[in-house]
């Protein structure tokens, strides 16, 4: 295994498409080896630009993506699209609702489209994303854009994977609107109006105007920019937004501090799936904490005294195993931490 492994790492370091491809989809069915293979490609990441794209189905991302593809490319840049919307068109094989342009771009050895719907175990989908743009990122390519459906879920989203937020918009998004006012949605870093073509996107702006102005407006004012995306209008000036916004978060010391901020939530959201795993078998499994269980049933315990004690019988069972082990315990760290160094994640 580690000698197929390490020809599939070279190869994807070497910017090669299937090696990526074939990466992705280890990653996507939480193969153990493509753990590996993100663990022997990760000093290399961190080196490509990473946009996301948010916003209500239908707004126009894939359609602007498309737009923004050919713009990277005439500028020579290479690009990867991770799509994360189960609706999206690149399924379908119809971006752009043009299937020529469309076949262009999976011919061209500098862009890789790829589209994730659903998944296994591991985490989830955010988890699952986040792992497959780092292997585009370790892959060299230049650029990645990222299209996720929505406005902002509570757990570790993969939007706030990226270094810059657009949020895609089209006249008539009122929720969207609602959402930015209420604060459930953090403001984005660019704010797209995308079907400007329509009669009412001049009142969109202009709503939007008075959201951003209700926030407190220091630092990077948020652009708005009106696209046409099914037309390629608009779409050098969004680049340019997205390019200064770049700039801007590099030049602030920004950038660094929101990939650590952003890598924590990673680490976290990993360690929290996994714990609550090793939870979920130890309620299975142990007839002690059914018994909590059952109580909490029986309306004698409350659900967060169960907890707390769910807690701590697991840390007990740790300790446990800990003195069982005993004399041993120092040869077992350090087999520990050699097994870190190698450690595949269960599934
Ligand atoms: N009129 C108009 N339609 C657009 C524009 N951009 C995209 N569309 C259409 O809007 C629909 C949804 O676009 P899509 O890119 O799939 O949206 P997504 O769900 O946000 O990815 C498609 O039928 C597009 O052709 C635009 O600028 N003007
Ligand atoms: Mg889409």
Redesign the pocket.
Known sequence: MPGADESLAQRLLAGDRRALARGITLVENDDPDGWALVKEVYPRTGRAAILGFT??????????LGALIKLERSRDRTVAVLSI?P???FTQGAL??DRIRLSDHFLDPGVYIRSMASRGALGGLSEASLQAALLMDAAGRDVILL?T?GVGQAEVDIIDHADTVAL?LMPGSGDSIQALKAGVMEIPDVIVV?????PLTDTMVREIKNVLALGPQVGWEVPIVK?????G?GIEELAEKLTEHHAYVEAEGTLSERRRRNLMNEVLALAAFRMRRELEASVRDDPATRELLDRVVARELDPASAATAVLERRAEELAASDRTEGLAATERTEELSAAERTEEPAR
């Open positions: 916003g209500p189905p239908g707004a126009g991302k894939s359609t602007l919307d609706t999206s068109p752009l609702g299209e459906v895609v995308n079907k400007a073509d329509h696209t046409e995306a099914v037309r209008e």
